[in-house]
Antibody, heavy 124, light 110 residues
Framework: EVQVSESGGGLVQPGGSLRLSCAAS????????MTWVRQAPGKGLEWVSS????????YYADSVKGRFLISRENSKNTLYLQMNSLRAEDTAVYYC?????????????????WGQGTLVTISS | QSVLTQTPSASGTPGQRVTISCSGS????????VNWYQQLPGTAPKLLIY???QRPSGVPDRFSGSKSGTSASLAISGLQSEDEADYYC???????????FGGGTRLTVL
C-alpha cells in the first residue's frame, strides 16, 4: 500500500526552527516528486513547496521562500521540510503528498496520497 | 485571496445533484489539468478527481469533473449525507511555477 506519514510538528517560539519529516512506503520513492501543503486553523489548503524525484529541482511559495528548505533522502525514503524564522502565520497542519510522477513538469500531476498531517504551532 | 476562485458554500438535499465551480486563468486551468480534493471533517484531504475528469479507484461514479477554457466543475449526483465535506480544486500555474488551490467549497447536505 502506498503511504506517506508526517512527523516532527510541535510548539515553537516565533523566530525558531523546526524540521518536519515525511516517511514514504509502498512505492519507488526516487521516481516521484513530493509536495508539502499546509492548512491554517479554519482555513483552506495552501501549497508550500515541491521537489522533484531526483531532488535536483525545488519550488517554493512566496510566503516561505528564503525561510523554508525542502529536501529528500532517497536512500531513506524520506522527505523533509526545514522551517526557519518561523512566524505566527506559519501555524498550520502540514501535509506531505506524493505527486503522480517524477516532476519534470507539474502541469499534468496530482497529489495522491496525502499523509495525516502534523501540527505546527508558532507561539510565545 | 486564492488564485483559483470557488464559491465558499453549496448545499443540497439527499438525492439531488450539486455542482461546484472553480475559475482561473490561462496560466493554470486553461493550460494544465485540474484536480479536485475532498476533505471530510477532521481528516486529511483525499484525491477525488484527477486530470479534469478521471476518478481514482474507489471513488463512486456519482462524482464527475469537467473543464472548459479557464473554468472547471465538480458535479455530485445522488447526493448523500457522507458527501458533506470541503472540496478544493487545484492546478499548476505555469507563470508562478507554483501549485494553486481554490479557496474551497463547503458542501452541506440538508
Amino acid at each position: 500500500e502506498v503511504q506517506v506519514s508526517e512527523s516532527g510538528g510541535g510548539l515553537v517560539q516565533p523566530g525558531g526552527s523546526l524540521r518536519l519529516s515525511c516517511a514514504a512506503s509502498g512505492f519507488t520513492f526516487t521516481n516521484y516528486a513530493m509536495t508539502w501543503v499546509r492548512q491554517a486553523p479554519g482555513k483552506g489548503l495552501e501549497w508550500v513547496s515541491s521537489i522533484t524525484g531526483s531532488g535536483d529541482d525545488t519550488y517554493y511559495a512566496d510566503s516561505v521562500k528564503g525561510r523554508f528548505l525542502i529536501s529528500r533522502e532517497n536512500s531513506k525514503n524520506t522527505l523533509y521540510l526545514q522551517m526557519n524564522s518561523l512566524r505566527a502565520e506559519d501555524t498550520a497542519v502540514y501535509y506531505c503528498a506524493k505527486e503522480s510522477h517524477e516532476g519534470l513538469w507539474f502541469g499534468d500531476s496530482w497529489f495522491d496520497p496525502w499523509g495525516q498531517g502534523t501540527l505546527v504551532t508558532i507561539s510565545s | 485571496q486564492s488564485v483559483l476562485t470557488q464559491t465558499p458554500s453549496a448545499s443540497g438535499t439527499p438525492g439531488q445533484r450539486v455542482t461546484i465551480s472553480c475559475s482561473g486563468s490561462i496560466s493554470h486551468i486553461r493550460s494544465n489539468i485540474v484536480n479536485w480534493y475532498q476533505q471530510l471533517p477532521g481528516t486529511a484531504p483525499k484525491l477525488l478527481i484527477y486530470s479534469n475528469n478521471q476518478r481514482p479507484s474507489g471513488v463512486p461514479d456519482r462524482f464527475s469533473g469537467s473543464k472548459s477554457g479557464t473554468s472547471a466543475s465538480l458535479a455530485i449526483s445522488g447526493l448523500q449525507s457522507e458527501d458533506e465535506a470541503d472540496y478544493y480544486c487545484a492546478a499548476w500555474d505555469d507563470s508562478l511555477n507554483a501549485w494553486v488551490f481554490g479557496g474551497g467549497t463547503r458542501l452541506t447536505v440538508l
